[in-house]
């Protein structure tokens, strides 16, 4: 009966996990710029990648299997978004041609490229020579 | 046994239906490898193929019943985020898109 049940759940798991792997590649393939992609691919791969690994867990239900399902998916979790941040970075710096239609580019004009440096909000206090 | 060449079962369809899943967005991503247009885009590709086969793995230890597969899942997740920050360090290096 049980049995039954975990199958069940880790099929519905791993449907779930295809159908949202398959939302980040068509996302990646599909967005117009470089920026859209990455949230596509960043947390619909990651949520997908996710629930497969859970089946797995549900499916063995071992707790060592457990344990190390739920490392793999810590450690995407800690790891896509600081893959996203450094690429995003480099990218904008690298000057990545934005969309057409985007609206608003904050960033644009307020860093300075030779001192590795933004004036935004939260940047401190500005040089003395400038008073 | 495994659920390759046991009875047919709904673990088993979902799983069938899991593999061809991850197998098309693969083959998505590596279109989106070939086209660029930019070198960013490339190494975003790359980093959602390294993490489409994490999902792979995952599922194909379901498959065989054989779990030691989640070890590779664990240090094929670790290579591929060290390689999309070396090349994320690199791009930045190299300053500005040559050919964007």
């Known amino acids: 009966m049980l049995e039954g049940v975990i199958e069940i759940v880790a099929g519905v798991l791993i449907l779930a996990g295809a159908f949202f792997v398959l939302v980040s590649a068509l996302g990646l393939l599909r ?11 960043t947390k619909a791969g990651t949520l997908g990648a996710g629930l497969v690994l859970f089946a797995a867990a549900l499916f063995f239900g071992e707790l060592a299997v457990s344990i190390k399902a739920a490392v793999v998916f810590l450690f995407l979790l800690l790891t896509a978004p600081v893959a996203a941040h450094v690429l995003g970075r480099a990218a904008y710096y690298a000057g ?15 860093y300075d490229e030779s001192t590795d440096e933004h004036d935004g909000p939260g940047a401190g206090s500005p040089a003395p020579s400038d008073r | 046994m495994t659920l390759f060449d046991g009875p047919v079962s ?13 197998t098309i967005a693969i083959c998505a991503a590596f279109v989106r490898v070939v086209v660029g247009p930019s070198m960013p885009d490339r190494v975003l590709a790359l980093d959602l193929i390294g993490l489409l086969s994490v999902s792979l793995i995952g599922l194909y230890a379901i498959a065989s019943g054989e779990s030691l597969f989640l070890d590779a899942a664990i240090a094929l997740a670790l290579i ?4 999309t920050v070396a090349f994320s360090r690199f791009i930045e290096w190299r300053g500005e898109e040559p050919d964007a």
Do not use: C, I, N
């Open chain 1, 96 to 110: 990545v041609t934005l969309w057409d239609r985007t609206m608003l580019d904050e960033l644009r004009g307020k």
């Open chain 2, 10 to 22: 709904f673990l088993q369809v979902s799983a069938y239906v899991g593999f061809g899943g991850v």
């Open chain 2, 80 to 83: 591929s985020f060290l390689g």
């Open chain 1, 31 to 41: 967005l117009p710029d470089l920026f859209m992609r990455m949230h596509a691919a």
